[in-house]
């Protein structure tokens, strides 16, 4: 056992995190707090010219062909430097969608029912008809919501509360996905190779299907029309063929699928875990700027870090934040559903929490819009609802205490 | 970054399960935790067990990673604790092996590994708690003795150790963390009183301990005259290294069970509870993930733990206190029944946050040492 980084895993995250410090420093940050819903093209060619969404690809299918460890410290390092845009919606469809790997296709999922970067995005993945823009709480983040189903579709697609099956994410690795990029695409649409939805992901239940004899049935319906990839999409065109409730439970537990009503797939592990990675990277930049301000804000005639109460809120940052590290990082190597669980739940906490307590570190100034913390306040939140939020993560691991 | 074992510490956990399967059987039935005469006689006899089959020394001279995994599987087969083994194995005897002389190493190392003495950690003084160095048993010199005078607090197996590890005052004008010498002190020498303390779980886990002009040998002082402060530093980082392993297997075990409890008196239906549940396991993998990252750390920087004991003692001691709050949510009104399972281990859990550094030290410590924050005043 080694669970520590190695030299190349500490050399890619500071590769990054130079990277990102070059391409999206803070005025950058600024300027594009100041251009919502804008995505700076050239940063997103930039991000796949450095690997950064073909890293898991194998390099024969032209990636860098490293794994989810890698992948988390990437992530990680984007959660930090508040990357804007769909950065894992694209990540995961590197495989699958043309040009993602390389940065020249943006592309954006729906999750539940919301869809982050919809408008800006080029393939968005599930189905988004009808789909209406929220004034996003993140200024970085903006949002549709995607409308809920009629009564009776969203009554059958309700799953029981206890489906926590043993699952490997690692089975999400894009090479194994392009082995069966059938299941959910519709070849007609969008010019037949966007493979859509769960395809590039068989682990958002499609593992649990497969054992069950159930691919190919699965495959003509899961997701089927509605997991559909859309090129550029026009906000409340005619939904596609919507999924009905054949499709049995998916065995992830990571979320319902279709438990939102909208049909489309539950969230793909792996999509969880690069999830909380972010969550990490905001944990760790927070406590950066909260003992940052605790060394330098004078008050009483002393640094406000000296006095233990805005002593101990910083200890508690640092405490969070690597515990929520170890539990990404191993979640990583293992792939394990219930890893990944653990890891988005002590992630969001760190992120969350950790923003809250960077902000009354920083006193009137953390109110400010001037100041960074309420970005990543903001950021945490938007992404703790991902993959529907933290209770699915809760009610999987409970199911696993109780196997 | 790689959570897999290499060949070797395979067969060493293969073998180790082998050998708990045969021996756990034979082991005499569990004493009763008020009986401290069977208690130390069980817990020795463990340890005894231990060194006959070869793995007495796994504390000291096995790597990190052996530890931990001879930890884990003696907790998972549900082998003794250290029990009145653990100042022995985990304070002193690390420190007499990192600072002794070979003499004294020669002296005390082999009885605490075969199983044949007690130690106990005379640290703690009514007006020297989180302020350790501050500490005012005096000890003067006599001749080849050390004379010492004063009284400690809070010391546990008292009653039942033969040696203390003791912290004394041998130069008061020295700054306070310059004038304290570490001493080995045998627990029959004249002027020693021993006085049990109730714990709030009604039992005797610890005492004070008068010393009223106890002579203490020069050959027992480990470490330079005034150096004392700097020996204890070794003990308190080994205390906070893997000492919590098999406790982080035990919590994950309870929490399975507690599982099965609420399924079988029906709360699990309540979603609250359910997801606390839950969240709980998501606390314990991290912990445990937490443990083999440190263990990882220590191997790479040459067996030391370092600071990530206090990161992970802050962590785990919260941890242990949810744990069995939620236990008693899982119980309902039977967690007031002192006989009901899981009962007492909620009340043993409130001395978490306290013995071994407080929470509020281990941020202090966390935050100046590993943030840099400037120290308060
Ligand atoms: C079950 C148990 C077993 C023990 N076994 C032993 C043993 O075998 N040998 C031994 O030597 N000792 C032992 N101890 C003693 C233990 O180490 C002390 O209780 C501990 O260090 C705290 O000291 P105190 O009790 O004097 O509390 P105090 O130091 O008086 O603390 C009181 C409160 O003030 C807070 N506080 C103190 N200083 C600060 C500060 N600088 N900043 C912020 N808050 C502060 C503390 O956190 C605490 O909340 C044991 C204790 C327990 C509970």
């Known amino acids: 056992m080694r669970f520590q980084l190695t030299e190349d895993q500490s050399a890619l995250r500071a590769g990054v995190r130079e990277l990102l410090d070059r391409r999206f420093g803070r005025e950058a940050l600024r300027a594009a707090v100041d251009a919502p819903g804008r995505l700076d093209r050239e940063l997103w060619r930039a991000l796949g010219d450095a690997g950064f969404f073909a890293l898991r690809l194998p390099e024969a299918d032209g990636g860098v062909g490293l794994g989810l460890p890698e992948a988390v410290l990437v992530f990680e390092e ?13 990540h995961l469809a590197a495989g699958s969608v043309a040009g993602a790997a390389t940065g020249e296709t943006v592309v954006a999922a729906a999750d539940g029912r919301l869809v982050e970067w919809l408008e800006a995005a080029d393939v968005v993945r599930g189905a988004v008809a009808g789909a209406v823009p929220l004034r996003s709480v993140d200024p970085l983040t903006p949002l549709h919501r995607i409308p809920a189903p009629t009564p009776g579709e969203a009554a059958a697609d309700r799953r029981p509360p206890d489906g926590g099956e043993t699952h490997t994410a690692a089975g999400s690795r894009p090479a194994e996905a392009s082995a069966h990029p059938g299941s959910g695409a519709d070849p007609g649409a ?26 190919a049935a699965g495959s003509a319906r899961v997701g089927g029309g509605s997991a559909r990839a859309e090129a550029k999409p026009r906000v409340g065109e005619a939904p596609g063929e919507r999924r009905q409730a054949t499709q049995p439970p998916a065995g992830t537990g990571t979320g319902a699928v279709g438990a939102d009503g909208t049909g489309n797939p539950a969230p793909d592990p792996v999509a969880i875990l690069l999830t909380a990675a972010e969550q990490l990277g905001t944990a760790v930049r927070v406590q950066e700027l909260a003992v940052q301000h605790a060394r330098t804000r004078e008050q009483f005639g002393q640094p406000v870090g000296a006095f233990q109460a805005v002593k101990h809120l910083c200890a508690d940052l640092l405490v969070r ?19 990944i669980a653990a890891a988005r739940l002590l992630a969001d906490e760190a992120a969350v929490r950790g923003a809250r307590d960077c902000l009354q570190v920083h006193g009137g100034m953390g109110f400010t819009w001037e100041a960074d913390v309420h970005l990543h306040l903001k950021r945490a939140w938007v992404r703790a609802r991902r993959g529907g939020g933290g209770t699915e993560s809760e009610e999987l691991l409970a199911a696993r205490l109780a196997a | 970054m790689d959570l897999s074992y290499t060949p070797e510490e395979e067969d060493f956990r293969a073998r180790l399960r082998e050998w708990l399967a045969k021996v756990l059987p034979t082991l005499p039935p569990k004493p009763s935790p008020d009986d401290w005469p069977a208690r130390r006689a069980y817990d020795l006899g463990w340890q005894r067990t231990l060194y006959e089959a070869g793995y007495a020394d796994v504390h000291w001279d096995a790597s990190p990673t052996l530890r931990l995994i001879f930890l884990e599987e003696t907790e998972r087969a549900g082998a003794p604790y250290v029990g009145a083994n653990f100042v022995g194995l985990l304070h002193a005897g690390p420190t007499i092996a990192a600072e002794g002389t070979p003499a004294q190493r020669a002296r005390w190392l082999p009885p605490v590994l075969r199983g044949e003495e007690v ?24 001749g080849d003795d050390y004379v010492v005078t004063g009284s400690k607090i809070w010391t546990s197996h008292a009653e039942v150790a033969d040696w203390c590890e003791l912290l004394v005052r041998t130069d008061p004008d020295a700054p306070k963390h310059r004038g304290i010498t570490w001493l080995a002190m045998p627990m029959d020498a004249t002027g020693i009183t021993v006085r049990p303390l109730r714990t709030l779980a009604g039992s005797a886990e610890f005492a004070e301990v008068f010393l009223d002009e106890v002579r203490v040998p020069v050959a027992n002082r480990v470490g330079a005259e005034n150096d004392g402060w700097r020996v204890t530093m070794v003990t308190l980082s080994f205390e906070r290294g893997t000492a919590f392993v098999g406790e982080v297997v035990a919590c994950r075990r309870v929490l399975a069970e507690l599982a099965v409890e609420a399924r ?18 998501a606390e314990f993998r991290a912990l445990w993930r937490l443990t083999q990252w440190n263990v990882s750390g220590a191997e790479a920087s040459g067996g030391v733990p370092g600071v ?11 941890a242990r206190q949810e744990l069995y709050d939620t236990a008693a949510e899982v119980l309902g009104s039977d ?3 002192m006989n009901r399972p899981w009962v007492l281990d909620r009340l043993s859990s409130l001395s978490y946050t306290i013995a071994a550094g407080t929470s509020q030290i281990q941020r202090n410590i966390v935050a100046e040492r590993l943030l840099d924050l400037p120290k308060g005043r």
Do not use: I, M
């Not at chain 2, 130690?119 to 003067?140: H, I, K, M, N, V």
């Not at chain 2, 699990?268 to 839950?278: C, Y």
């Not at chain 2, 990530?308 to 919260?318: M, N, T």
């Open chain 2, 308 to 318: 990530g004991g206090s990161v992970f003692k802050l962590r785990y001691s919260h």
């Open chain 2, 335 to 337: 967690c007031l029944d």
């Open chain 2, 119 to 142: 130690w106990c950690q005379g640290f703690s003084e009514p007006d020297a708690g989180s302020d350790l160095a501050s500490l005012r048993t005096r000890a003067w010199r006599d």
């Open chain 2, 264 to 281: 079988r008196n029906g709360r699990w239906d309540d979603p609250v509870l359910r997801r606390r549940l839950g969240r709980l396991e």
């Open chain 1, 190 to 215: 969008a010019g037949g190779e966007h493979a859509a939805g769960a395809s590039a992901h068989p682990g958002s239940g499609g593992h649990p299907r497969a054992a069950a004899g159930g691919r």
């Open chain 1, 78 to 90: 984007a959660g930090r430097a508040l990357l804007p845009g769909p950065l894992v919606a694209t």
């Open chain 1, 321 to 339: 934040t690597e515990t929520a590290r170890v539990a990404v990082y191993a979640a990583a190597v293992t792939g394990d559903a219930a890893d």
